[in-house]
C-alpha cells in the first residue's frame, strides 16, 4: 500500500527523548534522561479528595463537555495564586486553559508560521518545541547563549539582517535544557529589542517557580504594557503533568484566535481534569508544596554537582542551574555525546544527548542531566558510573 503523508507529516521525526525513555523505563536504569518531576511528591491524598468530590458533587458538569477557554475557577485561581504573584496583571478573560504548555507551543506555530517564516529560538532550545514548530516549516534562527540567556547584541544583529521573523520563541527560567536564567536586564532588552523590530515573543515558564537559590525572577510579561508578549504557564512541574493543565496568557486578539484554533483541536481541555485542580487549588496551598518539591530538588542538585565534581574529569564545565530541573554539561570537543551515551547505558545509566536541542544540529559534546527524579544514592550511583565511561573516553 502506498501511504501518502503530507509534507507537514513527513517532517515529524520521532522525539531521541520518547525513543530513550522507552529504554530507560527499567527499574534497574539510573536515568538523568528525562525531565520528569518527582512521582512520590503528587500530592496524592488531596488530590484524591478533590477527584472524589468534584465527581460526587458535581459529576454531572465534571463528566460533560465544557467551555473551550477553560473552567473559569481554574482560570482565576491560576490569575490570583499564580500570574498576579509575579507581576503579571491580564484579565481573567486574556487566560486560555490548554493541554499542557505543549499543546500551546503546537498552536503558537499553527497560528503564526507560514512555510519559511523565521523564528529565533535560544541555541540550545527545548525538543519539544522545535519539533512543533517544525511541522510548519520554518527557518530557525539560533541565538547564543551565555549565563545570562540569550545574547541581545547577536540577536539584534540576526534581526538587522532577517526581517521575515515571525517571533522570538525563549524560556527565561532555568531553561531546558540548560539551566540558564535570564537577567532581568536581558528580559527587559529584550522585549525593547521585540518593541523595535515589531515582533512577538513567546515566553515559556514551566520552571519559573522552581527556584532553589534565589527568588523567583519577573516574566517578561510583566513588564509587557502592549500584549507583545504571550506567556505560557503550566501546573506540570509545580503540581503534576498528568492532569495536563496548562495555559496561555496573551492579548484579546491573539487569544480568541488560540481558542478557535483550540476548538478545532480537542474543543476543550478535560472538564473533570480542569475541576479537580481547581478544587485542589481552593483547598489547598500549591506555594506550600512547591517549597516542599524546591527542598527536595535543591538537595538532589547538590548531591549531583558534587558527584560531577568528585568523578568527572577537569575540565568538563556544568551549569550551576539555581533551580529548574536540569545542568548542562559541556565535554571537550571531540567527544560525542551519543557515543558516551550508548557506552552509559551498558551501565545502566542514562542521560540526555545534547544535540538534539539544537535547531539547526551539530554541538555533538553536550549532555543535559536531570536531577528531580531519581534519589540522592542513585544520583551518586549514577554520576560515578558516568564518570568511569568518560575515563575512557578522555584517554
Ligand atoms: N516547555 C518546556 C520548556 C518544557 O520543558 C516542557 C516539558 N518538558 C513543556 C513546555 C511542556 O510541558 P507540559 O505540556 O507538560 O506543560
Sequence with gaps: ???????????????????????????????????????????????????????????????????????????????????????????????????????????????????GDSIIVESPTYLGALNAFLVYDPKFREVRMDDKGMVMEDLERMLEEDSNVKFIYTIPDFQNPSGVTMSVGRRKKLLEIAKK?????????????????????????????????????????????????????????????????????????????????????????????????IEVYRARRNVMFAAMDKYFPAGIKYTKSSGGLFTWVEFREDIDTKELLAEALKENVAFVPGGSFFANGGHPNYARMNYSCMSEDQIEEGVKRIGKVIEKFYR
Design 1 to 115: 500500500m502506498n501511504i501518502n503523508f503530507s509534507d507537514r507529516a513527513l517532517r515529524i521525526k520521532a522525539s531521541e527523548i520518547r525513543e530513550l525513555l522507552k529504554l530507560t523505563d527499567q527499574p534497574e536504569i539510573i536515568s538523568f534522561a528525562g525531565g520528569l518531576p518527582a512521582a512520590e511528591l503528587f500530592p496524592l491524598e488531596q488530590i484524591a479528595k478533590s477527584a472524589n468530590e468534584v465527581i460526587l458533587t458535581h459529576g454531572d458538569k465534571a463528566l460533560q463537555y465544557s467551555a473551550t477557554d477553560g473552567y473559569l475557577p481554574l482560570r482565576k485561581a491560576i490569575l490570583e495564586q499564580r500570574l498576579n504573584k509575579v507581576g503579571i496583571q491580564s484579565n481573567v478573560d486574556e487566560i486560555l486553559i490548554t493541554s499542557g504548555s505543549q499543546q500551546a507551543l503546537e498552536f503558537t506555530g499553527k497560528l503564526f508560521i507560514n512555510e
Design 197 to 293: 523590530y515589531d515582533l512577538l515573543i513567546v515566553e515559556d515558564s514551566p520552571y519559573s517557580e522552581l527556584a532553589f537559590d534565589c527568588e523567583c525572577l519577573p516574566p517578561i510579561k510583566s513588564f509587557d504594557t502592549e500584549g507583545r508578549v504571550i506567556h505560557l504557564g503550566t501546573y506540570s512541574k509545580t503540581f503534576t503533568p498528568g492532569l495536563r493543565i496548562g495555559w496561555i496568557v496573551a492579548n484579546p486578539t491573539i487569544l480568541n484566535k488560540f481558542i478557535m484554533i483550540k476548538q478545532g483541536a480537542d474543543l476543550q481541555s478535560s472538564s473533570i481534569d480542569q475541576r479537580i485542580a481547581a478544587h485542589f487549588m481552593e483547598n489547598n496551598n500549591l506555594d506550600d508544596h512547591i517549597k516542599k518539591i
